[in-house]
């Protein structure tokens, strides 16, 4: 169910919104291929008439499953926008869309849950990546010297 309030009630007072909203509401899932939502998105959000517009402030809070891109290994990352502000012009031609009285803002709360994405998720700042298997490390005081490609090495013993 979508993020919606009824413009028609404030005029009387502000309204305050606090519920969850699935991850399923906010269509993300293929966005980041590193990056997953299982649960809700919570928000707390007041709700205020302006003279021309609307004004939205508030609270969201949402974790995200991520997979670390250097190493691959899974961890919770946690995305707090403590001070989200959104304002919805009720005139002009950037005005929100009203229907049946009501405005939604799953959208709006949508792109900017999408900018706060972590843009390389980490599991941890010093992640070293894939650990390298030690078939493949190199041997304290053996020089290994870059193979050569097989076609290099075919063109090399050509004499001119």
Same mark, same amino acid.
């Given at each position: 169910m979508p993020v919606t309030f009824n413009v028609c009630h404030l005029d009387a007072k502000n309204l305050f919104l606090s519920d969850d909203l699935p991850a399923s509401e906010l269509d993300l899932d293929s966005v980041d291929e590193l990056i997953g939502m299982s649960q809700p998105l919570s928000y707390d959000l007041e709700v205020e008439k302006l003279e021309r517009g609307i004004l939205v402030q508030g609270t969201l809070e949402l974790t995200l499953?991520?997979?670390?891109?250097?190493? %691959?290994?899974?961890?919770?990352?946690?995305?707090? %926008? !403590?001070?989200?502000?959104?304002?919805?012009?009720?005139?002009?031609?950037?005005?929100?869309?009203?229907i049946n009285d009501c405005v939604d803002l799953t959208p709006y709360i949508r792109e900017d849950?999408?900018?706060?994405?972590?843009?390389?998720?980490?599991? *941890?700042?010093?992640?070293?990546? %894939?650990?390298?298997?030690?078939?493949?490390?190199? !041997?304290?005081?053996?020089?290994? *010297?870059?193979?050569?490609?097989?076609?290099?090495? *075919?063109?090399? !013993? %050509?004499?001119f």
């Open positions: 499953e991520c997979e670390c891109a250097r190493c %691959l290994k899974r961890y919770q990352h946690s995305l707090l %926008l !403590k001070e989200w502000a959104c304002h919805l012009a009720l005139e002009g031609e950037d005005r929100v869309p009203i849950i999408l900018l706060a994405f972590p843009q390389h998720p980490l599991c *941890e700042p010093e992640c070293k990546g %894939l650990a390298i298997p030690r078939s493949e490390q190199k !041997k304290p005081g053996v020089v290994q *010297e870059p193979e050569a490609p097989a076609a290099w090495a *075919e063109l090399n !013993k %050509l004499k």
